[in-house]
Structures are given as structure tokens and as C-alpha cells.
T-cell receptor, first 114, second 114 residues
């Protein structure tokens, strides 16, 4: 069964600090993995998309890693800002199946405090 | 349009009433998805349209839920005889095709059944 587990469920950090969010998945067959940021009251917005051959990918202060062998991914946020407060959702993509192929985690809710 | 547009942004309805939620996908996107997001939960797949193919309705929770997509563009999600447990944010997303990297979400419709 395709599943995604994210940790921690929620996280509070001070502005300027770094943090790392974790994602474990059991999705087969695996196509690629995405991290989304969802601000309160908004739809999710894509941060990164990683194929199985990519180990790390950066988008500004966001750096995602992927280990396709252990089926783990992480999202590292550097020098956090108040605007980083949001839910971060890990989404591995399968193919050839139903549901439009995206399997959504429940997300990590990040709160950045001044 | 420039993005995925959903309307209304907020809807409060009385239990037992029918509601219609609308999604305008990005022009040219052949794939359209509906999701439901309950408070504190991950995105729950509802239905998936791809071009002229029969939609994947495997995620619809009951026969009170239905969706259609006219002319391969605008989609309407209808909930009949609404129940309080239907209260959630309903998100629509579109992409240029299956397994596409151009997957974009709308801002959602927040439905409250009182």
C-alpha cells in the first residue's frame, strides 16, 4: 500500500534558525518526489521536484534530499523567516496507477517565531 | 487563466442542502484533480479527469458526491444533501498531462456545513 509518513507533525523554531523535516514513503513504482508548501488558507505550492536519480536539490533557502534506496527524503530550511510558517507536504509520485499518481503526506506544520 | 481558479472561496450551507463548487483549470491543462482537506489532515483524493478518458472516481466518499468536467475545461464538484462531516477545504489542481511537472493547485473552497 502506498503510504507517506512525515515527521515531526509540528515544529516551532525561532526566526533565523535552521530546521529539517523528514519524510518516509512506501510508494511503488516510484517516479519522483515533490515537496509542497501550503500557507494557511491557500493551495499547496511546489518547492522542489526530485527524480530517483537526484540526491539533493536546492531552491533558495530550501534544500531537499532524496535517498531512493531507503525511501527517505528531507527538506532543510536555512535561516528561517517568519514567512516560512506553513505546512510542508511530502508528495511521492507513482505512475501507472489511479488517483492521478500523487500520494500526499499529512504534512509538517512549521511555526517560525520572532 | 494564469492559475487555477476556484469559486466560491468560502461557502456556508445548511445541513441537507446541495452545493456546487467550481474549478477553472489553467488553459490547456488536460488533467484536473479534486481533493478534500479536512482540518489537520492530509489531502484526500476525490476524482481525476484526464482528457476525454473516463474519470477516476475511486476517491469519492459516497454517492452524494459527483463531479463533471465540461468541454475538457471547467469542472464542477457537487455535494448533495450535505452533512456536517463534509465540512473541509476542497482543492482543485490541474496539470498539462498525466505525471506532469506542471501540477498547480487552486486556493480551494472552504465549505462549512452548519
Amino acid at each position: 500500500k502506498n503510504q507517506v509518513e512525515q515527521s515531526p507533525q509540528s515544529l516551532i523554531i525561532l526566526e533565523g534558525k535552521n530546521c529539517t523535516l523528514q519524510c518516509n514513503y512506501t510508494v511503488s513504482p516510484f517516479s519522483n518526489l515533490r515537496w509542497y508548501k501550503q500557507d494557511t488558507g491557500r493551495g499547496p505550492v511546489s518547492l522542489t521536484i526530485m527524480t530517483f536519480s537526484e540526491n539533493t536539490k536546492s531552491n533558495g533557502r530550501y534544500t531537499a534530499t532524496l535517498d531512493a534506496d531507503t525511501k527517505q527524503s528531507s527538506l532543510h530550511i536555512t535561516a528561517s523567516q517568519l514567512s516560512d510558517s506553513a505546512s510542508y507536504i511530502c508528495v511521492p509520485l507513482t505512475y501507472g496507477g489511479s488517483q492521478g499518481n500523487l500520494i500526499f503526506g499529512k504534512g509538517t506544520k512549521l511555526s517560525v517565531k520572532p | 487563466g494564469a492559475g487555477v481558479s476556484q469559486s466560491p472561496s468560502n461557502k456556508v450551507t445548511e445541513k441537507g442542502k446541495d452545493v456546487e463548487l467550481r474549478c477553472d483549470p489553467i488553459s490547456g491543462h488536460t488533467a484536473l484533480y479534486w481533493y478534500r482537506q479536512s482540518l489537520g489532515q492530509g489531502l484526500e483524493f476525490l476524482i481525476y479527469f484526464q482528457g476525454n478518458s473516463a474519470p477516476d472516481k475511486s476517491g469519492l466518499p459516497s454517492d452524494r458526491f459527483s463531479a463533471e468536467r465540461t468541454g475538457g475545461s471547467v469542472s464542477t464538484l457537487t455535494i448533495q444533501r450535505t452533512q456536517q462531516e463534509d465540512s473541509a477545504v476542497y482543492l482543485c489542481a490541474s496539470s498539462p498531462g498525466q505525471e506532469s511537472y506542471g501540477y498547480t493547485f487552486g486556493s480551494g473552497t472552504r465549505l462549512t456545513v452548519v
